[in-house]
């Protein structure tokens, strides 16, 4: 394995703080779009008698999984 070429100093910690922020920024924006699509998914779920399985049909999951989601989000 060749040698890396001469880096400035601090350049890798630099880089590792940038991968920190973005993957911060990352995780924030998954956990928002999480909860969001599970409220929809419970507003949905209430729409009228058998809604929940309707659901539960449609995203390919049993119906104690929506029901799980849909609890772990909105409380």
């Known amino acids: 394995m060749t040698a890396r070429p001469y880096a400035r100093p601090g350049s890798a910690e630099d880089l590792k703080a940038a991968v920190l922020i ?6 924030t924006a998954v956990s928002a779009a999480e909860q969001a699509f599970w409220q929809r998914m419970g507003e949905l779920s209430k729409s009228y008698r058998g809604a929940q ?7 390919n999951v049993k119906r104690d999984a929506v029901y799980k989601n849909v609890r772990k989000y909105t409380t």
């Open 22 to 27: 973005a993957k911060s920024a990352r995780d």
């Open 53 to 59: 399985q309707d659901v539960a049909d449609a995203l």
